[in-house]
């Protein structure tokens, strides 16, 4: 049976929207599953429509598992504070194919909006 998933990903639409007051708090989240019988290790990259690219994140997917990476939790990127409200986008490069899927839940209205797709 072959691996499923690429090497390289981009998911082009990130804003970090946020937390608000509702039980439910806005975040932002990558979802990577790693189908290889290897550890996955992943170099993400940042871009910004007027800034330099961010690089030094570093994520760690162990063979045969999932993991979720929350943009707001300093922990999952290595210290960085993806700034609120502002449009970017993430290369990941991972070591072994993964999947790539990409979360927002934004309750900045009284209809929150909950989405997912995959990365490209």
């Not at 162990?62 to 502002?86: H, I, Q, S, W």
């Not at 899927?101 to 934004?106: H, K, M, N």
């Amino acid at each position: 049976m072959s691996t499923v998933g690429k090497n390289n990903w981009i998911i082009p639409d990130c804003e970090l929207p946020p937390e608000g007051e509702g039980v439910l708090k806005g975040h932002e989240s990558v979802i990577v599953v790693n189908d290889s019988d290897k550890t996955a290790k992943i170099k993400v990259t940042v871009f910004f429509t007027d800034e330099k690219p961010f690089e030094g994140i570093e994520w760690t997917v162990e063979a045969k598992r999932v993991r979720c990476f929350r943009m707001n939790n300093l922990a999952d990127m290595c210290g960085y504070a993806v700034p609120y409200e502002t449009q970017y986008a993430m290369k990941l490069e991972s070591s072994e194919p993964i999947v790539v899927q990409y979360g927002r839940l934004d309750n900045r209205q009284t209809n929150l909006a909950y989405y997912t797709t995959l990365a490209f």
